[in-house]
């Protein structure tokens, strides 16, 4: 069997060492994600919309026990993304129910989930259909006194310069087994159901995507826009190719306007040309076997915005935590944030 590595690397970062260690998720509520959706309810239609609070359960166990109340399939409980485990999260289900009698949710129990509203919708939820997340993370000291000034000054730099777009840990799975189970799906060929499918395809998929970016932030070039590369149109899925790095690119880049791309692998990788693509390519050699293995297995390429910008961003501190808020895009991860400030312990 094709193991995982004991530990993920430690991905190269833009801001430099830690400024400090300190504890995350003493207690559920110093993690707490609350799902910004864009638009409402319609209010009619045949699926509920529930808005739904959790506490220590993960989405996909969360949509189980809907669908197990409304006596439906799981296929017809919809959600925008998975939210933490660990954490008090706020976030909004759609379950399908043409007729408008039969399910009591005021009776439903799930052990750690609250109904807090519930209406009528005429879609069902899909993946990365929310605007954003807004996260509230308590970070707290274990035995000294937290640098005030400097963490102040670091939470500067990152909300004005981003950090790299990294997929966080969560991705790789506990001990990184999603990597192990991604190479024995692809490259052993395991057959594997469809969702331990799908979990392994994303790990493989996150894995190849971060040597790139690693490679990109050791270089100095993560935030600057190389000949070659897909250029991003900030808040879009927007992209076009960089034939040249004219003046103006230079200037809206710096603005943070555009972002490059790197490479989401699979059928057409990379997405980039040129410079860009020889660089990229070249991050990847030791891995090139699994990023064949992804195309042969049917996947699309697709690309990712290199450069993360954590939004309506505030830090307060004291001697012995620091409270970090900031909006992150579907897809990103607050962790990747957190990584260029302090240490986890």
Not at 203 to 222: I, P
Not at 243 to 254: H, S, Y
Not at 267 to 289: F, V
Request: aromatic share 6%; proline share 5%.
């Amino acid at each position: 069997m094709t193991t995982a590595p004991d530990a993920l690397p430690d991905w190269a970062r833009a801001h430099g060492a830690p400024v400090c260690a300190a504890r995350l998720r003493s207690e559920a509520a110093d993690f707490r994600v609350d799902e910004i959706m864009g638009f409402a309810p319609d209010g009619d239609g045949e699926h509920d919309w529930l808005w739904i609070e959790k506490t220590g359960a993960n989405t996909a166990w969360v949509a189980r026990q809907l669908a197990r109340h409304a006596g439906i399939p799981g296929r017809d409980v919809g959600y925008c993304g998975l939210k933490d485990r660990d954490a008090v999260t706020t976030q909004a289900f759609t379950v399908r129910r043409p007729g408008r009698e039969g399910t009591d949710w005021g009776a439903f129990s799930a052990d750690g989930v609250r109904i807090l509203d519930a209406t009528r919708h005429g879609r069902k939820l899909r993946r990365g259909a929310h605007r954003g997340n807004r996260f509230r993370i308590v970070a707290r000291s274990a035995d000294a006194t937290l640098p005030g000034g400097a963490l102040t000054e670091r939470w500067r730099r990152i909300a004005a310069a981003g950090v790299p777009n990294y997929f966080g840990e969560q991705r790789f799975g506990h001990a990184a087994s999603n990597l192990g189970l991604a190479r024995a799906v692809l490259l052993e060929r395991r057959r594997v159901p469809r969702e331990k499918r799908s979990i392994a395809l994303s790990a493989a998929r996150g894995w190849l995507f971060n040597h790139g970016l690693a490679a990109r932030v050791a270089s100095g070039d993560w935030d600057r826009l190389l000949p070659g590369d897909l250029a991003n149109l900030a808040g879009s899925r927007s992209v076009f190719a960089v034939e040249a790095v004219t003046p103006e690119l230079v200037t809206r880049c710096a603005a943070a306007d555009l972002h490059p791309c790197g490479t989401l692998w699979g059928r057409g990788a990379p997405c980039c040309r040129g410079e860009a693509a020889d660089r990229e390519l070249g991050a990847l050699a030791d891995e090139r076997t699994l990023a064949d293995a992804l195309a042969a297995a049917g996947v699309d390429a697709d690309h990712r915005p290199l450069r993360l910008m954590p939004a309506d961003a505030s830090l307060e501190v004291s001697d012995r935590a620091a409270a970090f808020e900031f909006t992150l895009p579907p897809g990103a991860f607050a962790t990747v944030v957190l990584r260029e400030i302090l240490s986890a312990i």
